[in-house]
């Protein structure tokens, strides 16, 4: 039998040791990473037992009466152990219907992690959300990626911008100047009417928290920061969760070649995929088609970023 109980602060290392062995192993799913901005969100996660043994847990939130999977991350979902089998998965959700409605929700807000980001197969979820839980799929967004043992060739004016960096002498740096980065950021975002989702003192404390998944490469020209990438490792994944450049960073082409230095970088470690972020907008209804242009210029290509709605009532 299932059973299933709210997540507490004592929970907190066996939370953390389940994430690091499941099947989708994503560092921002340690409680550290989901507890950073815990003032902009109610945690509801839960966790699920199968005979005093922990099979799953679900990062979550909850907005009014609707529980989100999870409102602060970009992915979310069930997170199972590698050792649960489908049987056991069903009774999973079935139980998590109960709890929801327990607690007084009338909708789930399910986020699925994409496939690139499973270790092993892991997309039981899939299957049990729509045909037993009557899920339907409400957004889709579309994101790119890159097969790194099987990558598609650069276009030519990608080549040519690298190229340019290069004879300009430019260099690539790993940085920990995170006010500089995230004026950078705010300047180009500000451009789209949009502010970063993170502050700079949050950038750093995430970047003390987990030294070996956030990691921050730079393109600096007589000291000034004119291009940088924001990137989390992941096991076996490497994602730009920012990019920005200046009009000097554009023009010299030092963006491209920071993003090319980051990708050849992620072949030569053995990452299987390089990742970038969605190129959709209003709720993923409309392609920003200059923006997928441009991850397709380096070889990625489509990924769906699927968000599920399941109602209680």
Not at 6 to 16: F, G, H, V
Not at 105 to 124: D, L
Not at 223 to 237: P, Q, Y
Not at 257 to 283: A, D, P
């Amino acid at each position: 039998m299932v059973v299933c109980c709210l997540y507490s602060n004592e929970k907190k290392a066996e939370w953390d040791s389940f994430v690091e062995s499941c099947k989708t192993p994503l560092f921002f799913f340690k409680r550290d990473f989901i507890e950073y901005h815990a003032d902009r969100f109610t945690d509801s996660s839960l966790m699920f037992y199968k005979d005093d043994v922990l099979v799953s847990v679900l990062p979550a939130s909850s907005d009014d009466k609707v529980l989100v999977s999870h409102g602060g991350l970009t992915y979310g979902g069930m997170l199972l152990s590698s050792k649960v089998r489908a049987e056991v998965v069903s009774e999973v959700f079935s139980v998590l219907v109960e709890k929801t409605i327990e607690l007084g929700f009338e909708k789930i807000v399910y986020k699925s992690t994409p496939h690139i980001f499973h270790k092993y197969g892991a997309q039981e979820d899939l299957y049990f959300l729509f045909n037993e839980l009557g899920g339907k799929i409400y957004r889709r967004d579309l994101s790119s990626y890159i097969s790194l043992s099987n990558r598609i060739k650069l276009s030519k004016g990608r080549k040519w911008l690298i190229a340019r960096a290069k004879k300009l002498g430019l260099a690539v740096n790993y940085s920990s100047s995170w006010d500089t980065f995230h004026e950078l950021l705010s300047i180009v975002l500000d451009k789209h009417g949009v502010k970063p989702v993170h502050t700079a003192k949050e950038l750093k404390y995430l970047a003390d928290l987990f030294p070996n998944n956030v990691k921050l490469k730079v393109v600096e020209s007589e000291g000034v920061m004119i291009a940088a990438a924001l990137l989390f490792m992941f096991d076996g994944v490497v994602h730009t969760q920012y990019l920005a450049a200046n009009d000097q960073g554009r023009e010299s082409g030092a963006l491209d070649f920071l993003i090319e230095s980051s990708i050849k970088e992620s072949q030569e470690k053995g990452f299987t995929y390089f990742s970038f972020g969605t190129s959709t907008e209003q709720q993923g209804k409309v392609l920003n088609v200059g923006l997928a242009a441009q991850k397709e210029s380096f070889g990625a290509r489509g990924l769906v970023l699927d968000f599920y709605e399941i109602d209680l009532r």
